[in-house]
């Protein structure tokens, strides 16, 4: 008779059961944190954005005042990332700190890959849909930035202009929701509670 392969011993794990459970849920905590930082201090830059910072699109003297909350590096980034994207720049801080929400929380986010590719469509999808908005308060005259401007541009041939914002504007939707993860439950429920709020009250008579 034919003899059997012999199977190597199995190696027992370099670290107990207890520690590699520790480092994992340390390594989930690290991730929500940082994700946490960079959505924070990108919607401080954003939001506290200032037309006469110095910055790419503003020649100032080194003793120019700055008015960004994140310093002279946080004025060249807002004026990029409006110049840009527009309002879509927004969404680019937004989606680190939905991120670090559902990843403290240990809801599921696999595989990031697919995450943030989709991140990165909805942003100039996002862009796109704004792209008929005048902006008084950017570099670019119109809501949606350069990409936003671009893709009206090259869309606009083959669509009318609204309909080219308000199918981007959807398609904003589904990527982000699938890039922050969002179960079908979660849809379910969401657009419950948008079907109720829409409903009219019943008015009350006064007695």
Known sequence: MPRKPKTPPERPPLLPARVRAWLA?????TLAICLLTL???????????????????????????????QGPAGAVVSDVLFTALGGGAYLLALIPLLWAGRVWWRQPMRPWAGRVIAALTAVPLLSAALALIPAGWAVHPYCGGVAGALMLQTLT???????VSAGAGFLCLLAAAYALGVTRAEMASLWAWARRSMQPRPKTRAT
């Open 25 to 29: 849920r340390g390594a989930h905590y």
């Open 39 to 69: 959505g924070i201090c990108l919607a401080q830059a954003l939001l506290s954005y200032h037309e006469s910072d110095p910055s790419w699109s503003v020649a100032a003297g080194p003793d120019a005042p700055v008015h960004n909350w």
């Open 157 to 163: 041939p083959y669509a009318p202009p609204i309909a």
